[in-house]
């Protein structure tokens, strides 16, 4: 069974916008009416929200509606922003959750972030169905970040939900151990595909955060295809406790349903736990996925004598599959590969270029004809120069279709370029000598094009300072101050003392230099130990 390091042939970022659900159109572009709009949405409407920020005063709890949709106004999902009040902030007031929905039928969400809020960005009772969230960014949750509730009494939670080229991801980290991105109660039918999930992780002093995705209590034929987890302290799980569940009729954690070419990878030395779990879930299937742990010894895991009829076949893991507590099922032709054979730092790699095509939304286009080998080139070669000298002539071209395409994987490279163009010049701010490693990488990345030597200008025009030769050296001696501070001993009185004198030296010595700035942060976080 070959690995294929590639991860191109997945897309993770949605090639294309869908319709819109409805002719009934609400337009909104400031808070007020947006919570104004949402909270008294009729059916069959569908709210378009502008570009902008949206500061959330209250939760905005929509209950009993049919056939609506909130969608960003643009494809681009970070051009909308809806915000809580700071998902570590305790003073929320009555905007515990961004959105919350109750009773409602084939509702959409696309188009748009959310997040910064203490509970969840998205909240959903036990009595709806047909929930379907399309291209959203969800970040920065002090809880799950899109959550399904149980009607216990009623023995049903949400049905049918469908979450597509979503991104999931805590900017810094979770506030506790208590967060998972998808985590829903007694759903049935849920569709998850191709959606990334970075950084669920809690802080050190706590214990390990929940899984990635968790569909339990009751929850029944759930659908994982195509999913890509980074860094996060557990994957999928179905299932998680061997007694039954408390809604009503119902006798496993999770029944049925698949868990297909997913892709898990945790760096080493990231605390964390299994990659792919069965819990008291009888029926399910663990098929081609890709699970990278990076110490922990059993990336999947099936448990308890519930766990029956389990089919585990043609996955690629770096540990051993564990049969626990009375499982049972088949496991064929799964790979368990380690060492110098272990594919880990290729697929690592893409999986990180896939992260930020996201996080910044650069999509793919999918409709290439005249062009399909040239964007295939570009799509999986970062090598944008050489490319570009074959792209833009053909942006000028007769042929209308053919020209179209150039424009699109034109603005796909060109979006790339600005990412870290951008990222250079606000480290150039602060750090200009550090930003210049950043400009150099830009430059050899589009070398022989525009774009490269718009990278070169920006190098020579910080080389070109007065005091460049001072600030180097300022650079140079504050950065070997950050490393004696990443490898200073808590409770080391000597080295803490070494570190403080050489602070003390740096601001009497380039008391001028730019660096003095980052050299008083880091006096100011050292402290007295």
């Not at 949405?41 to 570009?51: G, Q, S």
């Not at 960005?121 to 399904?148: I, S, W």
């Not at 399910?284 to 076949?313: A, D, H, L, Q």
């Not at 999986?380 to 042929?399: A, Q």
Request: charged share 25%; proline share 3%.
């Amino acid at each position: 069974m070959p690995f294929i390091s590639n991860l191109g042939a997945v897309e993770y970022v949605a090639t294309k916008d869908i319709p819109v659900l409805n002719k009934k159109l609400v337009r909104v572009n400031n808070v007020k009416d947006l919570e104004q709009q949402l909270n008294n949405i009729a059916d069959n409407t569908t709210v378009l929200i502008a570009p902008g920020i949206y500061k959330l005063s209250e939760l905005v709890f929509i209950r009993g509606r049919k056939n609506i949709e909130i969608r960003g106004a643009q494809f681009d999902r970070n051009e909308v922003k809806i915000v809580g009040k700071g998902y570590k902030n305790k003073d929320f007031g009555e905007c515990r959750h961004c959105l919350e929905f109750s009773g409602c039928t084939n509702v959409r969400v696309a188009n748009l972030s959310i997040g910064d809020v203490y509970h969840h960005p998205v909240a959903m009772q036990g009595d709806c169905t047909d929930m379907h969230f399309y291209n959203v960014r969800f970040f920065d949750a002090g809880e799950q970040f899109l959550k399904g509730n149980s009607n216990y009494a009623a023995g049903r939670g949400v049905l049918r939900g469908k979450v597509e080229y979503c991104l999931f991801e805590y900017t810094e980290m979770a506030r506790s151990w208590y967060t998972q991105a998808i985590d829903i109660h007694t759903g049935k039918d849920w569709v998850i595909t191709n959606n990334i999930i970075y950084n669920i992780m809690g802080p050190a002093h706590d214990q390990m955060a929940g899984h990635a995705i968790l569909m339990w209590n009751g929850a029944e034929n759930t659908h994982c295809e195509n999913n890509l987890i980074i860094n996060c302290a557990r994957g999928i799980a179905y299932g998680l406790n061997e007694k039954k569940p408390p809604a009503k009729g119902k006798q496993y954690d999770h029944n049925g349903g698949k868990i297909v070419n997913n892709i898990f990878v945790r760096d080493p030395g990231v605390r964390g736990d299994d990659g792919i779990l069965i819990t008291n879930s009888p029926n399910s299937k663990i098929i081609g996925n890709k699970v990278f742990c990076s110490g922990y010894e059993t990336p999947i895991e099936y448990r308890y004598k519930n766990s029956s009829n389990i089919i585990i076949k043609d996955n690629i893991l770096d540990g051993r599959i564990w049969q626990r507590d009375g499982a049972t099922g088949t496991e064929d032709n799964n790979m368990i590969v380690s060492g110098k054979k272990s594919p880990f730092a290729l697929l690592r790699k893409d999986a990180f270029k896939h992260l930020q095509d996201a996080q910044n939304f650069i999509p793919k286009s999918d409709s290439f004809i005249h062009l399909k080998a040239l964007a295939k080139k570009v799509y999986n070669d970062e090598s944008y120069g050489r490319h570009l000298k074959k792209l833009r002539p053909l942006l000028e071209s007769e042929n209308a279709e053919e020209k179209k395409e150039a424009q699109d994987l034109f603005a796909y490279v060109e979006k790339h370029f600005n990412r870290l163009m951008t990222k250079a010049r606000e480290q150039a701010i602060d750090d200009p000598i550090g930003a210049l490693a950043v400009y150099d990488a830009v430059a050899k990345q589009f070398s022989k094009d525009a774009f490269g030597d718009e990278a070169k200008t920006e190098i020579k025009a910080i080389k070109d300072r007065p005091n460049y030769k001072s600030e180097k050296q300022a650079y140079a001696m504050y950065q070997r101050l950050v490393e004696m501070e990443k490898g200073r001993q808590v409770g080391n009185a000597a080295q803490l003392n070494t570190l403080n004198r050489g602070l003390d030296l740096f601001m009497k010595r380039y008391g001028d230099s730019i660096y003095l700035k980052l050299a008083k942060e880091l006096k100011s976080k050292v402290g007295n130990g």
